[in-house]
């Protein structure tokens, strides 16, 4: 059991290796209790014997949104689907969230903290969740939504079991969020498709169920890092490397013309985060038979980007030689984390 | 199962009325599922049956702490242990905890996370607790740390069942976190009786399951609105009143001088956040006979300070009179909130 990518998991939030070095000391190193079969290092805290997945996510205004970009409503959707992302990212069925929220006096009356729990709602009764507690306080400058999330863990599956030989799947299509994101940064508004991905992005809680029941996933996580960055994370956790091959990767339509060429979507589809799609390792052919189904139950692509290799760290695959390793961190990405503390 | 005060419990940290009005809008309608017993509307949510109790706590910078009052340790420490003290006030075990932390650019190297964190794990040590997982963020202005916390209730005990003619008790002395907090708005530094109480509140674990398990408590809540708020959090959600004897209020004794006069402490003991002791009811004697070996054992005095009666609301029996209505909100106290967003 991985415990050393909790609360490094968040790290490109940071400025790289300071937060890097804050996470592995957040990591700490305390026995865990009896209950806790996973503590800091999954998608999700394993309690009970594995029987409870429990996460937390904290969206800042400034950092992971801003208020000119979504609504009220979309920013408490979108926080509660990022942290419902986390149960889907074991395969987990969302039961109860908690919300704190921290809200700004000069901009939310009632109307706008109700704004936000409806967003928060939405995105929880999207997955079968319920709100059941939380807290609210007063935030002097900065919206501040964290959501605890709570779920059933029948056969809950982690991202260090990526068996060499295995196919490496993912969900959906890449880098729509991101390049909605790119967009917002140079003030403007991107269309409706990008803008979506960005506000409004699906847990994959049925996806995942859906998969984890039929075939052995042997690793999975959610992409909110990019895909770059969370392959490396199953590769670390599991021991092993994993080869991505540029030609496969599905990059949303989108984001291809935001990107501006071939290789810049695929630099896009690797580095940048807010996906919420799922990535997962299995045994090869395993997910072949069941893609059709799959795609037809849920109009949601199901694409094999590549295979798990030994060795260690992450390759991109081009097409035109050797494989060569990406950036430690995942890629250089549109980041506007980075400038918001300026 | 009152599903009221959930949201509401945090209402004293914002302008008032507006702040009621947002808790009730949070506190939903949603039907809650067969694993959740209690939700919004105690302090903590009970889930599987009512063997998980699970909460969160928000501590933002400029409301709940400044740095100039308290070391990063310390900030972490009372953030976590003001979480822990939820897990107390329903008389179940603390098991694990997750914290968010949005950490600011400027002034959080690691050394500063490092501090935050030990503070953290201090505060979940003292009670037998670990951190399991987190979310870790930059934030642009404000040091962020929510602390969710998960323990074990093998028999909770919840706000809401007071009866009349029971008596109601407190742990400890009253007053003396509120008194800190006027001697650092005014900007002075509290005697180390008083800071200690501000800056490291006691989770009253251990003495909650204790009491518990030798007496049927009727209803236990924490002190963290003052116990003139917290008393009337009874009161609502058990459909009774809650009569408090001026005279018998364990005032802590820094905090009377601070207060300036026996009158004041009275109102400070009974406005002032932030003590974190229990206030529990339980039937006529059950408790007197296990005062003596309660405070032998926990070093903390346990003390009758009123009685449930007829009616709603809360009273003060000042000893010249009829009992008289405190106000709804609970007194007005030193309320340093309520500025911190200018």
């Known amino acids: 059991m991985s415990r050393t990518t909790g609360f490094r998991r968040r790290v490109r939030l940071g400025p790289g290796s300071e937060f890097d070095l804050i996470g592995s000391f957040l990591d700490g190193g ?53 942290a419902l992302s986390d149960i889907a990212a074991v395969a987990a069925t969302p039961v109860a969230t908690l919300v704190s929220y921290g809200l700004t006096p000069d901009d939310l009356g009632t109307d706008g903290a109700r704004e936000l729990q409806r967003g928060v709602e939405e995105a929880c009764g999207s997955v079968g969740a319920v709100v059941v507690g939380g807290d609210l306080t ?6 501040v939504v964290d959501v605890v999330v709570l779920g059933r863990a029948d056969a809950p599956v982690l991202r260090d079991g990526a068996r060499v030989g295995d196919e490496v799947w993912v969900t959906g299509h890449l880098g729509a969020a991101g390049a909605a994101l790119r967009v917002f940064l140079e003030g403007r508004a991107p269309e409706p498709a990008l803008r979506s991905a960005y506000a409004h992005p699906k847990p994959r809680v049925g996806e995942a169920l859906w998969l984890a029941e039929r075939e052995s996933l042997h690793a999975l996580i959610d992409l909110s890092d990019g895909l770059g960055a969370d392959a490396g994370h199953v590769a670390a956790a599991s021991g092993a490397g994993i080869v991505l091959e540029a030609v496969r990767l599905p990059v949303a339509p989108a984001a291809t013309r935001v990107a501006g060429g071939e290789r810049e979507a695929v630099e896009l589809a690797l580095s940048a985060g807010d ?14 038979e069941l893609r059709d189904d799959f795609e037809s139950t849920f109009s949601v692509p199901l694409t094999r980007v590549g295979r798990v290799v030994e060795g260690r760290g992450v390759y991109l695959d081009a097409g035109d030689g050797e494989p060569e390793p990406l950036h430690d961190a995942g890629y250089d990405h549109v980041d506007f984390r980075g400038d918001a503390g300026a």
Do not use: K, Q
Not at 50 to 77: K, M, P, Q
Not at 138 to 143: D, E, K, N, V
């Open 30 to 82: 305390d026995d865990l209790p009896p209950e806790v079969v996973v503590g800091p290092g999954d998608d999700c805290a394993l309690i009970e014997g594995g029987r409870w997945a429990v996460s937390c996510d904290l969206s800042l205004e400034g950092v992971h949104f801003r208020r000119n970009w979504l609504t009220l409503r979309e920013i408490g959707y979108r926080a509660a689907a990022v």
């Open 138 to 143: 007063r935030s002097p400058t900065l919206l």
């Open 275 to 288: 996906d919420y799609e799922l990535c997962m390792a299995a045994a090869p052919g395993a997910l072949d």
